[in-house]
């Protein structure tokens, strides 16, 4: 089988997250972090024929490309072939595999929904540091939906320098909210997102050049939410 563009970027996409791969029968592709606050979903054009576990498959990225002929008709490793040169990726003990639960998630009641326009995902993307947080919030119904970013510091430091984003497509909030997602956990590729928040400690990340969705935690004892989602039905 050969893969497409979209879906070799997805498998990229898959390995900035979590370096181990297991690759189930069908056309999804699922994925989990090691700290285990993003979780990736995403739906491809191919039907992947066998289920197949590598370790490090970002290793494997290298050998695939477009015109790359893949295999899987020997159990013992996944076959890469361009033109003469064969590569056979070793396969692992799904025990070793670090890989997300088999349940899926049924969640339907978020908080707030806005749209994330590709030029302010350009710019989440550019920014750095491992205390960076990344805060999305509103002062009141109807108000401007904001994103800033700053470095946590400990308890006693002065109150962090905070940068706010001039967004290119303002959205309004239906009520009061913030919520804080650290930005090593923002895993996002360029494009534009439906971004959609829930009290229960997540926002979902839905890229509309593609079937993905991610699933990112954010900070509880920084989030809040002015109305819970019994109170929105």
């Known amino acids: 089988m050969k ?40 739906y ?3 039907t992947f024929p066998t289920r197949f576990a590598v370790q490090n ?10 015109t790359t002929e893949i295999s899987f008709d020997d159990p013992s490793y996944m076959g890469l072939r361009n033109g003469r ?8 003990d799904e025990r070793l595999i670090f890989r997300p639960p088999s349940k899926n998630i049924t969640f339907s009641k978020y908080n707030e929904s806005f749209f994330l326009h590709s030029d302010d995902v350009y710019e989440l993307r550019r920014l750095k540091g491992d205390k960076t947080v990344v805060e999305f ?8 939906i904001q994103i800033d970013y700053f470095d946590v510091g400990k308890a006693d430091d002065p ?51 593609g079937d993905v969705a991610l699933w990112i935690a954010t900070e509880a004892s920084h989030s809040q939410f002015a109305n819970s989602p019994e109170r929105d039905n």
């Open 44 to 46: 491809v054009r191919e």
């Open 137 to 144: 919030h509103a002062s009141d119904p109807g108000a401007p």
């Open 159 to 209: 109150p962090p320098i905070r940068h706010t984003m001039e967004t290119i497509k303002p959205q309004f909030a239906r009520q009061q909210f913030r919520a804080r997602i650290k930005l090593r956990n923002l895993t996002i590729l360029d494009g534009s997102y439906q971004l959609e928040l829930a009290a229960a400690g997540f926002a979902k990340f839905t890229w509309l050049h």
């Open 3 to 42: 893969l497409s563009k979209q879906t070799i970027d997805l498998l990229h996409w898959c390995s900035r997250i979590e370096e181990d791969l297991l690759i189930e029968p069908g056309n999804r592709l699922r994925t989990i972090s090691r700290n285990k606050a993003t979780l990736l979903e995403g």
């Open 57 to 66: 498959f970002t290793r494997c990225l290298p050998c695939i490309y477009e």
């Open 85 to 92: 040169i064969l590569t056979k990726a070793p396969s692992a």
